[in-house]
């Protein structure tokens, strides 16, 4: 399977060494894609800023080749699902592609069901980054909030250069418990996004139309035999 990668910074990078043999073509501002080179290709992983996406989707969109889209920061159109279906493809877009975080996601709603029926329970989340992020609470420690369904307190911490480090806490007066995330390398996005490209391209059942990662992730942990 030779798979095409637009975008070759921070993150597309380590897409372009993971795949090795298997990388069909790589892109970048100063390279862009061409549909011919897109066609060879069995599928495509893009990672450009939000800004770019708009320059890049029409082409994507006109291959007809399955595409996982790591970008962020874009208004994706309305009418994409449609567009997507009349192509008869397959996309994933992710705002995050870390496999872990899905596998979290589903450890974190099993927490909030069992808590149920503990006294008086305290919840609490951690998260620690590099000193260079702005924004806190980080959206992730967001989403875990979110998937917990729950009171919770959130702290934040900025550190050295660390990626990204999550903790939940539950505790009550007898126990506690603990639940702890730490991305260790960039790498992770790279190999969840060509996890999901390799998904889109040989699982039979997925049907055409756009998928989040965590729908896709859910797919297939849970309906596959
Ligand atoms: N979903 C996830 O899990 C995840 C994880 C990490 C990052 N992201 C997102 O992925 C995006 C990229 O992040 P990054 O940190 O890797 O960015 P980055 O280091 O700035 O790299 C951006 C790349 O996109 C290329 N590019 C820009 N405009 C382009 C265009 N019009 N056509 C073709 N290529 C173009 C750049 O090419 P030049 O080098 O030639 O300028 C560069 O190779 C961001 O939106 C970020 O938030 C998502």
New binding site residues.
């Given amino acids: 399977m030779k798979i095409s990668v ?7 990078s380590k897409v372009v060494e993971m795949l090795g043999d298997n990388l069909a073509y790589a ?4 390279n ?2 061409t549909l011919e080179k897109l066609k060879e290709s069995d599928a495509v992983i893009i ?4 800004d ?1 996406v708009k ?2 989707l029409p082409k994507v969109l006109e291959s007809g080749i399955p595409a996982a889209w ?4 874009f208004s994706w159109p309305d009418d994409l699902e449609d567009d997507v279906q009349k192509k008869k493809t397959k996309w994933v877009l ?5 496999l872990g975080m899905n596998i979290i996601r589903n450890a974190i709603e099993a927490i909030s069901a069992g808590s149920e029926i503990l006294k008086d329970p305290e919840f609490k989340i951690h998260e620690v980054h590099h000193v260079h992020k702005k924004d806190a609470p980080s959206g992730t420690a967001l989403s875990w909030k979110e998937w917990l369904n729950k009171e919770a307190e959130i702290t934040s911490a900025r550190e050295g250069d660390v990626n990204g480090i999550h903790e939940l806490t539950v505790s009550t007066a007898n126990e506690k418990i603990t639940l702890k995330h730490d991305a260790l390398d ?1 790498a992770l ?1 790279a190999e ?2 060509i996890w999901a490209a390799e998904q889109l391209l040989k699982n039979k059942n997925l049907t055409s139309g756009i998928y989040t990662f965590g729908q896709l992730f859910d797919f297939i942990t849970k309906n596959n035999d």
Avoid: L, Q, W, Y
Avoid at 27 to 30: A, L, T
Avoid at 47 to 50: D, K, Y
Avoid at 70 to 73: A, D, E, I, L, Q
């Fill in positions: 637009i975008g070759t910074g921070k993150t597309g892109f970048d501002e100063s862009p894609p990672f450009v800023p939000g770019a320059d890049i790591g970008s962020t920061g992710a705002t995050n592609f870390s960039r996005f969840g996004a």
